[in-house]
């Protein structure tokens, strides 16, 4: 007997315009299960199912294997989740034409250069079409901007102060027009594009990460922002693959690649806990800053977000969300200390904020995001898990968070 609102191997394959072959082997790779199974064994699937199908296929259709995709998928994906990892799909998608297009020019590069009798760079084209370097790239950066998504997006839905992260940063930098700026780690360029309307015009910004990828997107946000709202007054243009205001530099910020007092203010959100020697960090800030220039770093306390790591934990107490506590490496309460060789005064802000979640969908997204060891607790028992903090989140889960800025003048 077919239950309501499920479909039978047959009738979902055939919808998907796959085999039952097919179905039954993704099963059988832990792909995609199906929601039920029947005495019998027969197998059944929900639309839920078909939106999963849709990620997998399209993941499939860009060139990556089944591993990969097994790597980059959730066991089940609520609706709520469903926007989102649609529209990383989609850069995925134009990162996927970017690089094609490469592969284009370099095939047609190499044309013109035998029909001038021009010495052929074999080297660069084979490296351009090596499909297998491209595919990791892609495959680390998805899962990059999906992580950074799920956190973003959190914060965004249930913050308790209304203003908003980025829009409190960024008033703090008191940018005016004329300034050379640099934020190392821009990750998915949040900063700019939440205060596009109020950047200067004359001023100048290079946004660093050491994603290429990561800067391939922001550039691209950034740029269909400034085609809807462009500049005026400002004659001065980049190259193609900047835009008026922008420039994007993929470096390492353990050597920043520009010459001595060459910027106003440099700006570090979130960024210098990952770094492997943040002296090194700190020092090549220092050398690039200007006289009286002004460094701006934020960072985590001890208590930020504690709540998630006790909700994870009453789950299975094995889980762990971060291998390491950042705020050790640098937060708000020894930040200063370690900011103080390098600079003559520094001034440390907090951010007055909370969360309030009542609903589980974000609060699962952010926690699969993070960088512990919560996958391989909480994938196979996805169901327990998401009904466990529907529950939590029921008459609303409150999360504490502890962030600020070190404004700091050398």
């Known amino acids: 007997m077919k ?52 990620q997998i296929l399209l993941l499939k259709y860009l060139g990556f294997s089944l591993e990969d995709i097994r790597d980059m998928t959730i066991g089940d994906l609520d609706y709520h989740m469903l926007r989102n990892s649609l529209n990383l799909q989609l850069k995925l998608v134009k990162d996927r034409i ?62 308790t102060n209304k203003q908003g992260w980025f829009p409190w940063v960024y008033e ?14 821009c990750g998915n360029g949040a900063l700019w594009k939440e205060n596009f309307p109020l950047i200067p015009a004359q001023c100048e910004i290079v946004l660093n990460d050491i994603s290429e990828g990561m800067l391939r997107d922001t550039r691209r946000e ?26 994007f530099d993929a470096f390492d910020c353990h050597s920043i690649p520009y010459g001595d007092q060459t910027f106003d203010l440099i700006i570090a959100n979130h960024v210098l806990f990952y770094c492997d020697d943040l002296n090194m960090v700190l020092e090549e800030v220092r050398r690039v800053l200007k006289p009286n220039g002004y460094f701006i770093c934020s960072t985590y306390g001890a208590s930020h977000m504690q709540e998630i790591t006790h909700l994870v934990q009453d789950f299975h107490p094995q889980i762990t ?39 589980s969908e974000p609060l699962i997204e952010y926690i699969l995001s993070c960088h512990g060891n919560q996958n391989q607790y909480i994938l196979d028992r996805y169901k327990d898990f998401h009904a466990f903090v529907s529950r939590k ?13 070190f404004v700091c003048e050398k």
């Open 393 to 405: 989140t029921k008459k609303g889960f409150s999360i504490t968070k502890n962030a600020g800025i």
């Open 98 to 159: 970017e690089q094609m297009q490469l592969v284009a020019k370099a095939i047609e590069d190499t044309t013109d250069a035998i029909d001038n009798d021009q010495e052929i760079n074999w080297s660069q084209m084979l490296n351009l079409i090596h499909l297998t370097s491209m595919e990791n790239t892609l495959k680390a950066q998805y899962q990059n901007a999906t992580n950074i998504s799920a956190r973003i997006r959190l914060h965004k839905l249930y913050a």
């Open 321 to 359: 969300l971060s291998a390491d506590h950042l705020y050790e490496r640098f937060g708000l309460e020894n930040g200063a200390t370690l900011l103080a060789p390098y600079f003559s005064t520094i001034e440390m802000r907090t951010y007055n904020d909370g969360l309030l979640v009542t609903e």
């Open 222 to 247: 950034i740029a269909s922002l400034e085609q809807d709202a462009p500049v005026k007054n400002f004659s001065a243009t980049n190259s193609a693959t900047d835009t008026t205001r922008f420039t």
């Open 3 to 54: 239950l309501p609102g499920y479909y039978t191997s047959g009738e979902f394959a055939k919808m998907a315009h796959i085999t039952v072959r097919t179905i039954r082997y993704y099963d059988k790779q832990n792909i995609l299960k199906p929601s039920y199974v029947n005495e019998s064994g027969a197998r059944f699937y929900t639309d839920e199912d078909f939106a999963r199908l849709q």
């Open 172 to 185: 703090q930098c008191h940018i005016t027009d004329s300034m050379h700026i640099l934020e190392i780690g």
